[in-house]
């Protein structure tokens, strides 16, 4: 059976799906969020030190510690939508970049694909935030954002994945070349 499309905004769509069990039974239906995914960023300033964004989200009422990020436009490579997203969110221009492994957000109700990337090579600039965006860059050293993403003080998810697979990454890395 096809989707019926319930809601259609400009970021996504609702639809539902009448979904047959494999164990038989009656019809049950699902509705999904369709989204055209988005990228996260990991701006690393150096070694050492990376930017976060302190960002006000109205769906959960109060300001998050984030990984700067942004939804892919119509067509749009996730490449070129994080160097936009980097310079707009943050101010900042990469001159070299690495796409680490991509993940669902949250795959029970979105299709939405997150692609995750390290930019390194950081230049500042102005920022050009949207209208509404409630944003400011965070400036803090690697080891405190690890310790953040332990302890709680970051809560979106997005930004955990970010940081913890980057972290245990530089680990492996220093691990098997001796470092």
């Known amino acids: 059976m096809e989707p019926e499309t319930l809601l259609t905004t400009p970021r996504f769509r609702v639809v ?10 009656p019809v049950v239906k699902r509705e999904i969020i369709v989204h055209p995914g988005a ?8 070694d050492t030190h990376v930017c976060l964004i ?8 109060k300001t998050l510690i984030e990984l700067p990020a942004g939804t892919l436009e119509r067509e749009e490579a996730p490449a070129l939508t994080a160097v936009r997203e980097l310079k707009e969110e943050t101010g900042f221009a990469a001159d070299r970049w690495q796409e680490l492994p991509g993940f669902f957000a949250s795959p029970g109700i979105l299709n939405e694909r997150m692609h995750l990337f390290v930019a390194q090579g950081l230049t500042p600039g102005e920022p050009a935030r949207e209208p509404g965006e409630e944003i400011e860059n965070l400036i803090v050293d690697w080891q405190e954002a690890v310790r953040m993403a332990e302890s709680g003080q970051i809560e979106d998810a997005k930004s955990l994945v970010g940081i913890l697979l980057w972290d245990r990454l ?5 691990s098997c070349c001796g470092r």
Do not use: A, C, Y
């Not at 539902?16 to 039974?25: D, E, N, T, V």
């Not at 990228?39 to 150096?46: A, G, N, R, S």
């Not at 530089?170 to 220093?174: G, R």
């Open 16 to 25: 539902q799906h009448l979904i047959k069990p494999r164990s038989g039974g």
């Open 39 to 46: 990228v996260v960023i990991l701006p690393m300033l150096d």
């Open 54 to 61: 302190r960002n006000h989200r109205i769906g959960v009422g």
């Open 170 to 174: 530089k680990q492996k890395s220093q």
